[in-house]
């Protein structure tokens, strides 16, 4: 009992054919494009050209996300260079505004301001009912 019928409309390669088939190829064949005109090869050339397509595809693919791990590299440089300077100029803004700081700016300025000796006081406005 046959599993396979083979359809006499010559769908299937028989004898000398066949066995043309399973020989090798020459290096010359490949060269003169004899290779790609076989039967068996001809009639896969829709599948090559998917496997082409999806092989561009994917070195596409590859070039856009190295692309974009180039870029998340620089951008997180960028961003720990940021985090430095926005320390850096909070520790020197904190310095600026120590009160003995701003006296010798006061100083050297030459604006004749004094430090309160005594405590501020705080002024209560009653507020007039009608």
Do not use: C
Request: no cysteine.
């Amino acid at each position: 009992m046959r599993l396979f019928k083979r359809k006499s409309n010559n769908e299937f390669l028989h004898g000398k054919e066949e066995l043309q088939e399973l020989k090798g190829f020459s290096a010359k064949e490949l060269l003169t494009g004899r290779f790609f005109a076989r039967a068996g090869i001809a009639r896969q050339w829709p599948f090559i050209g998917f496997l082409v397509f999806l092989a561009i595809l994917y070195i596409g693919n590859r070039y856009h996300v190295e692309g974009l791990l180039d870029q998340q590299s620089r951008l997180l440089i960028e961003l720990k260079e940021l985090k430095y300077e926005a320390i850096t100029t909070s520790s020197e803004l904190m310095n600026m505004s120590k009160q003995s700081e701003v006296m010798s700016r006061v100083r050297k300025a030459g604006i004749e301001l004094e430090v309160l000796k005594t405590p501020p006081r705080k002024l209560e406005v009653k507020k007039n009912e009608r």
